[in-house]
């Protein structure tokens, strides 16, 4: 296929481009709606949010930590004027979108496919739960993924790149490598054995670049690994569920079904550009076999992502397959169509059902991979309905206890006590003992109500709604 520069896409090729960024971006946009007003995502609500309304304040954290997609976040903020919880919202949809069309020129350039069937390769993508997941509170890692896939479409195919392109190209793998910590990892990978397999001269300078400013970024970034590192270390193979067991799980139910036609996809692809992130992805989903707790190394993550690398080769063999069963142009649209249905529907159902009553193939095994990936992407760190009442729950103590009170509480709501606690401070607690020993005057539990600490003594309930309580420690 010939090479083609950013702009010049054939008047068909653009109304699919088209197409497939506003299903996308309405795709995505359906459980950001449903959920209104409250934030999905964990990283969201504990991250995202907070970082970007507190970016000054946030701002050493938020430096050692690949900064690059939080601080583009405060930019929009700033230049738009609007609130940095909608721009968080706002920006993850776009990303979204950006990355079907990622897909759509990975399909078109990589695999040779045409503006139809790089078109319905791009819808079968970005329906799949991986994706999704991803896409919930990882917002970084789609964009270092979106950028990863521009940067293999237009870089790695063309061995006669034009000065421009390559500074494009170039340009694309820093904002990769700079975005995110394991993507950047993935990309810095991918190139040294694309180089070492085609001694390409541009491919050396551009792999030697995006080398050079990973290093630096995890360099700046090393803290938050060793305190990864030292979490993972901490954790009792008794009784986390980040274990083997539930590896294995979360990698069988979220590939076993796509791997048959994925094989055939990856068999048939010319290009092996395309095919070296899925390896690396896998052999660090399977990280677990040498490291059964390492926890650090985060391979339930490696999975998500060779799921999403997968999900391409997966669309493309279905695509060789209806071509060798079908001579009928009509017959075989109507089959690519019919093979879309049911994994938008998995992919809908995902993304707008309760989290009380989940339509997902994650729920009945959430016991084992609960610690992965929500049932339903109405989560952020409490479920949609929690939300509301977290935040009476605070605007009370916000309104009847002493400015300068010490709140206690679940770790996992931290973002929620940095947005709505006025003049007070957090910390949270799960030893009640240790709770009461603390040395502070004023000192609140907010629990859920199902944690209910009636009869002790040492607490008296003081406020109380549909979820979460609030005891006065005495």
């Known amino acids: 296929m010939h090479a083609q520069s950013f702009s010049k896409f054939n008047k068909n090729g653009r109304n699919y481009i088209l197409l497939i960024i506003v299903i996308a971006v309405v795709f995505r946009s359906l459980p950001e709606l449903i959920a ?45 004027m609007l609130g940095p919880e909608l721009v968080v919202r706002i920006v993850s949809i776009l990303v979204f979108g950006i990355f079907s069309i990622s897909v759509y020129q990975t399909s078109r350039r990589l695999l040779s496919l045409s503006v139809t069937d790089s078109f319905l390769l791009a819808l079968f993508v970005i329906f799949q739960v991986p994706i999704l997941r991803t896409s919930w509170d990882l917002h970084r890692d789609m964009l270092a993924l979106t950028t990863l896939l521009f940067a293999f479409a237009y870089g790695l195919n063309n061995k006669n790149m034009s000065n421009r392109t390559f500074v494009s190209v170039i340009a694309l793998c820093i904002i990769s490598v700079m975005t995110d910590r394991m993507i950047g990892a993935l990309l810095t990978a991918s190139l040294v054995i694309y180089c070492i397999v085609w001694k390409n001269r541009k491919c050396i300078i551009l792999t030697t670049v995006s080398s050079i400013i990973f290093l630096i970024a995890l360099f700046q970034g090393s803290n938050e690994i060793i305190h990864n590192l030292h979490f993972s270390t901490g954790l009792n193979p008794n009784t986390s569920t980040y274990n083997p067991a539930n590896l294995l799980v979360l990698f069988l139910v979220t590939n076993l ?50 799921s999403i690398f997968l999900a391409i080769f997966v669309g493309y063999g279905f695509i060789i397959l209806i071509d060798s069963v079908s001579k009928s142009q009509r017959r075989k649209e109507i089959l690519r169509f019919s093979y879309l249905i049911p994994f938008f529907l998995i992919g809908l159902f995902f993304a707008i059902s309760s989290s009380d009553n989940a339509l997902s193939f994650y729920a009945p095994i959430h016991e084992y991979v609960g610690q992965f990936s929500p049932m339903t992407m109405q989560y952020n760190s409490i479920s949609i309905p929690e939300s509301k009442s977290i935040t009476l729950a605070l605007d009370w103590i916000n309104h009847n206890t002493p400015i300068g009170s010490n709140i206690f509480g ?33 000192k609140y539990w907010l629990t859920r109500n199902n944690e209910s600490l009636s009869g002790n003594k040492n607490v008296s309930l003081l406020y109380n709604n549909q979820f979460f309580s609030v005891y006065k420690l005495n």
């Open 36 to 80: 209104y007003p409250y934030p999905i995502g964990y990283d969201v609500i504990n991250y995202y949010i907070p970082f970007n309304t507190n970016f000054d304040k946030s701002w050493n954290m938020i430096s050692n930590q690949f900064p690059l997609y939080i601080s583009l976040l405060h930019l929009v903020t700033i230049f738009t």
């Open 257 to 306: 079904l796509l791997i048959p036609t994925g094989i055939i996809g990856f068999l048939k692809a010319g290009y092996i550009s395309l095919k070296i992130p899925l390896i690396v992805s896998l052999i660090c989903s399977f990280s677990w076999v040498l490291m059964p707790f390492e926890s650090g190394i985060l391979p339930d993550r490696w999975t998500f992502f060779f």
């Open 410 to 442: 679940n770790k996992h709501w931290r973002g929620w006590m940095d947005l709505e606690l006025k003049d007070r401070s957090y910390v949270y607690f799960y030893n009640l003992t240790k709770l009461i020993s603390f040395s502070s005057p004023d």
